[in-house]
């Protein structure tokens, strides 16, 4: 038995194979973890989130073991002992859960988002990462799973020599299942669903470390109900459609409160905008920026130039050392525009929003987008902003009740029909209302001494 005492789950308890999540701790690769926050700038606006991704591993191979508990019992009457996870299985599924967030870079989604972009070179990222001859990689892979990925499999990484000292293979079985390649393909909706222990973990974790009141629903009960049915003639895991459909609605929405509270806090948006700001004029004006930075931080320096990295680079990027970055970019010479950003976000003298937000903004922009535009850009000229684009933020803060992709979504099972016939979460008469929540937050962000004088002049043109 391992324990490991937790301020949200109280005290975690790994029992039997499953305590090697503890053991495998000490990897370099999971303990970089603990640089790299959770919710990245949130913190900014709610002060006490300050915890990292390491606790939110830990707390969700925790809540993968409840899972698997639960689901032995519920599958021993009916499902043939070749599909039915046995303590292997139940070990692989706790070490996936604490290390399916291993590939997030520093600051998370803003460094992802802002840096990387949606439409980077996989193949070339592939083969920096050791992955060139990996027939599963998709067009679609996120940069974050794809890292992921490649630290499980990398031979020389000490994550990858733990988990093969264990048991031969262990590291594929493990990216497998983060991957959703897993021989047990019914498993993969535990990290890839409406209901998984991903999001069942930090909606919880980040309620309490932000002190909101709004994430709270009952994760006993749900651990519970979990189960396993039959979809398309093959085994899916679901939840017992009499007794599970309330805390699942009671999960979900926990969730789209605090992307409404938390996530999408216009502060929250604001400083990772403007983070997403600093690395772009850094991006565009490197030749000259990056050198004044002074010596080290070549694994920055090479991402915000575009390359690729290798493994032993990328652990070297957290949190850390991307804030020392920006210290130092905020004293350079050679590019004041960044240097004023870079001290803006240091000392959180965030852009506010002007205040037409929503509809009113989306048609605005709509009617005339490059005039609009420049009408924003003109105001801020004339405050001194000669620089203009680095100036503005113009966010969609996107939000989807349910998972992406349908194919993805969690089940329902009834447990009292024999066939165990399972249906999606979203057409369940009690959330079918629900589906239709996929909506986006429009603001138009400026530093806060123009705001009124964007607003005048947004207003007099029709806004």
Same mark, same amino acid.
């Given at each position: 038995m391992k324990r490991v005492q937790d301020p949200v789950h109280g005290l975690m308890e790994f029992r039997g194979m499953e305590g090697f999540a503890v053991e495998a701790l000490r990897a370099p690769e999971i303990q970089r973890l603990r640089r790299?926050?959770?919710? %990245?700038?949130?913190? @900014?606006?709610? $002060?006490? !989130?300050?915890?990292?991704? =390491?606790v939110h591993g830990?707390? !969700?191979?925790?809540?993968? !073991?409840? =899972?698997?508990?639960?689901?032995?019992t519920a599958t021993r009457e009916f499902l043939p002992e070749s599909l039915r996870a046995d303590e292997t299985v139940v070990r692989d599924l706790v070490l996936a859960a604490l290390c399916h967030d291993l590939g997030h870079g520093p600051l998370s989604h803003p460094w992802e988002q802002q840096l990387i972009g949606e439409g980077f070179d996989r193949r070339a990222w592939a083969a920096a990462l050791g992955l060139e001859d990996r027939a599963w990689i998709s067009d679609d892979i996120a940069w974050h799973e794809l890292v992921t990925q490649a630290l499980l499999l990398w031979p020389d990484g000490e994550l990858h020599k733990l988990l093969e000292a264990l048991d031969e293979g262990t590291s594929e079985r493990v990216a497998a299942l983060v991957g959703g390649r897993f021989y047990l393909p019914y498993l993969a909706r535990l990290f890839q669903s409406d209901v998984d222990v991903d999001r069942c973990d930090f909606v919880l974790r980040d309620a309490y470390q932000t002190g909101v009141a709004y994430g709270r629903y009952d994760v006993d009960w749900l651990v519970s109900t979990v189960t396993v049915g039959e979809a398309a003639g093959a085994p899916v895991i679901g939840f017992d459609s009499v007794k599970a459909p309330r805390v699942v609605e009671q999960l979900l929405i926990a969730r789209r409160a605090l992307y409404d509270t938390v996530y999408h806090h216009p502060g929250v948006r604001s400083a990772e905008g403007m983070v997403g #700001?600093?690395?772009?004029?850094?991006?565009?004006?490197?030749?000259?920026? @990056?050198?004044?930075? %002074?010596? %080290?931080?070549?694994?920055?320096?090479?991402?915000?130039? %575009?390359?690729?990295?290798?493994? $032993?680079? =990328?652990? !070297? @990027?957290? &949190?850390?050392?991307?804030? *020392?970055?920006? /210290?130092? *970019?905020?004293?350079?010479?050679? &590019? $004041?525009?960044?240097? &004023? #950003?870079?001290?803006?976000?240091?000392?959180? +003298?965030?852009?506010?929003?002007? $205040?037409? *937000?929503? &509809?009113?903004?989306? /048609? =605005?922009?709509?009617?005339?987008?490059?005039?609009?535009?420049?009408? *924003?850009?003109?105001?801020?000229?004339?405050?001194?902003?000669? +620089?203009a684009p680095s100036y503005r933020l113009y966010d969609a803060a996107p939000f989807w009740f349910f998972h992406r992709d349908p194919e993805q979504g969690s089940m329902f099972v009834d447990a009292r029909d024999p066939r165990r016939a399972a249906t999606s979460l979203r057409e369940h008469p009690e959330l079918v209302h629900h589906r239709r929540e996929k909506r986006e937050m429009l603001r138009l962000y400026v530093p806060r001494d123009v705001v009124d004088t964007v607003t005048r002049a947004m207003s007099n043109a029709g806004a």
């Open positions: 790299v926050r959770q919710l %990245g700038l949130v913190y @900014l606006v709610f $002060p006490g !989130a300050e915890h990292s991704r =390491f830990l707390g !969700a191979s925790y809540l993968a !073991a409840r =899972f698997a508990r639960s689901l032995e #700001l600093l690395l772009a004029r850094l991006k565009e004006n490197r030749e000259a920026v @990056l050198p004044e930075v %002074g010596e %080290g931080f070549a694994e920055l320096k090479k991402a915000i130039g %575009g390359e690729t990295l290798t493994l $032993p680079e =990328f652990l !070297a @990027l957290d &949190d850390h050392n991307l804030w *020392v970055f920006v /210290q130092r *970019v905020g004293s350079i010479r050679a &590019d $004041p525009v960044a240097a &004023d #950003l870079a001290r803006r976000i240091l000392d959180r +003298d965030l852009f506010k929003p002007v $205040p037409i *937000v929503g &509809d009113r903004l989306q /048609q =605005f922009m709509n009617a005339n987008p490059p005039e609009a535009i420049e009408l *924003v850009d003109q105001v801020l000229r004339r405050s001194g902003y000669q +620089d």
